[in-house]
């Protein structure tokens, strides 16, 4: 076998064409329910709210590939494949035996592995012959991307921006407004739900669950337009298992087969796209490979909380999905991995992870901080804090490997970089870093919010 | 021939495993004067200055091509090579029958080309048994590359930051900690130069001339320490040959050739290396490839400075280049394309321009951040304001190939990301951005302080 180079690149020509959609291969993942009645909702429940390619796709249980519409695979062009990178240095530096690969998503201007959804859905939008869309954005990085897929093809663009990373990221507006979106920090008076949050919760910074409410009542009052999310749902999952579908075809070329995957699980699109293909072999028997996903203790949606129906948005707009939750009524504490900070989970990644084909870990900040900045000394790259929770991960299982000789080989996933998190790194460096976990309590506190219905 | 991919990539074994030494090819670049008495100054003028290696390679005039140590070439293999990028999206935009490349150096998080030289200079100092190096950054781009390389190969660093580009961009100076470095906003206090500067200038915002002299007491005055600079000397040319050397490989598996090749002048070290391989043919008239250097009309020492022997710093401590120069007395007004805010030009591309085979254009702030709009909305990537230059020129090329019909090659260098320069971004957003020439009486103020003897 040739010697693993720095980077496996795929050529263009190597792209996948198509996604895959793990619900195929999977037991049934839950669909929607009406929290009214707690009946499934028809699709045609779903038309008003979302994109209609993206219901179907959202409701495919059958198709365990769905083709890459050319225009979509053109603009993955320009910033994809992405490469698998080995990490020689942090391997070297760390003493250990175990193979360390990370699949690099971060090399576009939005930072992220979002843009892989972002251009998918901004395509449907406009070829279904809307002026415009809304959307929520924690971290910043799914607002980013859809605000650079939205210029490119051509869409209107509101953006509902989580108030605490507005505000730790100034920065990631002027880049959303440059690429000519409107971004409102959240709660905001420019919506009832906004007000009634506002109301409630004087002061608060926010969360994705209040930025989903504010961008879903505003499509429903605007024109042409819809809503379109940036984690969590099945269709977003699809468009990311693009991820996993580059990096199995990499590490094939050199007939490696991981025996760990890790991933950050904020919404669970990240780690449900790169897990997606593996996953199927496992599903399947063809693969004994372990899944981790890492999330941060400030909020932990998979080892704290509860398998249960409930509301995406804390505005109890949506319907009822099957999930990790926390409650739609848990308000994280201001957590500097904005991306992670979501009281539920994607109801695949739930799913697998109730079924025992997942299993989970938390951090708290200043570990995975210090995670980061070894990562950043030693290959170069200054990940985002999203990311760094898998690079901890990654690592305590590298040491794992030193102390038992094992020559395990580790995929992880890091999702982007931290250009626009430096307010964090600059706490950290300062030793300031608040390592906030919730009490027992705090989380009874979200748990009773939780629909009593279903 | 084959369709041309969206990105052109090396694989890591066709990387340059050689520098391309333009000096080899060229009319001779005159040496280093000594300002006391214009004689030449001899190489050991020099070590107490320099790492003893790039002291070697400044001054090597006869070998073209000169190795890359394995240690270097393993640094590079984290991030290189870099993608050529058939510009498809832009062209479209433009409606133009021009075919526009650029080579793309911005995919690492030093977030432009700084690196290759940065790479380079951190090893040959800690080779040498080094303990530290000193250096100044203007946009903070060579800062932050070469605080990634001094963590990288363990070496302490202490960088002097243009006060202006540190205060307009404070997470540059965290990126910097992050890896280890310590940053002084320059003009400073702690240097006998720095405070003569200040008191002389009282409030000034500090230039790269300003910092380079700070740098240059600090390591004089530090055991075991040397400056390392980030920009216009040959052996830092030398070191960015490998963008020309890999743009070159790549567009000849496509059997392209160049009518124009674009690039941004600062200190000219990124221009200089896109072009060396290329204008090696040309002087050997091999080709017939036009070479245009974009500078801004705020700092303009191509366009309308001297040919002559002058200081590289403002405090005069260097010895004498003879270079297109605005005078080391010239500060330059607050731009945002702090890469280019220096008083003098790479001797190498000055000679070259005054030999008549570079011509150079420059641009007003407004129009360039123009055409990095337009860029960041039809290919993605958000250009750093310095690459918004080359940006801006081949554009305007393009457009005129539209005009004419004619379908010529343009190759530019995009050196770089503007995430560190939302700032500028937002001014621009704001219709804010200062758009300041300098008068025919500013640039005598600056020629007044040429030295007068050589």
């Known amino acids: 076998m040739a010697n693993v180079p720095y980077k496996i690149y795929l050529s263009e ?48 249980k059958t198709d365990e590939f769905i083709a890459i519409p050319d225009e979509i695979v053109s603009f993955y062009s320009m910033y994809r494949p992405s490469p698998v990178v080995r990490a020689y240095c942090l391997e070297k530096a760390l003493g250990t035996p175990a193979k360390l690969y990370y699949k690099f998503e971060g090399n576009n201007t939005s930072g992220s592995h979002k843009l892989n959804s972002a251009a998918a859905q901004a395509y449907y939008a406009k070829k279904q012959g809307l002026t415009g869309v809304t959307t929520e954005t ?23 921006m989580v108030k605490t990373s507005s505000e730790q990221k100034p920065y990631r507006k002027v880049l959303m407004e440059t690429y000519g979106a409107k971004v409102i920090p959240s709660p ?6 906004g007000q009634k949050i506002l109301a409630e919760n004087p002061g608060t ?40 579908l580059e990096a199995k075809l990499a590490l094939e070329k050199y007939d490696i087969t991981p025996d760990i995957i890790i991933g950050c699980a904020g919404g669970g699109s990240n780690l449900g796209g790169l897990i997606s293909p593996f996953m199927a072999d496992k599903l399947r028997g063809k693969s004994g490979t372990e899944f981790i996903a890492v999330e941060p203790a400030s909020c932990p949606s998979l080892t704290r909380g509860r398998y249960a129906y409930d509301h995406g948005d804390t505005g109890r707009m949506t319907p009822l999905i099957k999930m990790y939750t926390l409650g739609s009524g848990f308000i994280p504490s201001p957590n500097h991995a904005g991306g992670l900070r979501y009281h539920g989970m994607s109801p695949i990644v739930s799913k697998l992870f109730h079924d025992g084909h997942i299993s989970a870990k938390s951090y708290t900040q200043t570990d995975v901080f210090q995670a980061a900045v070894m990562f950043a000394r030693t290959e170069g790259t200054l990940p985002a804090p999203e990311s760094s929770h898998a690079i901890k991960c990654a690592i305590d299982e590298a040491l794992a490997c030193k102390a038992t000789g094992e020559e395990k080989t580790i995929l992880f996933g890091l999702t982007g970089t931290g250009y626009f998190d430096m307010t964090a790194y600059q706490n950290f460096n300062a030793g300031e870093m608040n390592d906030y976990v919730p009490t027992d309590a705090d989380l009874e506190k979200g748990f009773a919010t939780l629909p009593q219905k279903c």
């Open 13 to 60: 020509d190597e792209m996948p064409k198509q996604w895959h959609n793990i619900q195929a291969v999977m037991p049934e993942v839950p669909g929607f329910l009406n929290p009214a009645n707690g009946e499934p909702v028809p699709k045609e429940g779903l038309l008003g709210v979302f994109c209609a390619e993206t219901i179907e796709q959202e409701l495919n």
């Open 138 to 160: 924690g971290a910043g990085q799914w607002g980013s991307a859809l605000s650079m897929a939205c210029a490119f093809f051509g869409l209107d663009l509101v953006v509902y």
């Open 205 to 244: 910074g926010g969360s994705l669950g209040c930025a989903i409410s504010e961008a879903l009542e505003t499509a429903a009052k605007s024109d042409g337009y819809r809503y379109v999310l940036g984690s969590v749902l099945n269709h977003v999952v699809l468009h990311q298992s693009i991820i996993g």
């Open 188 to 193: 905001s008076p420019t919506t009832d739900v």
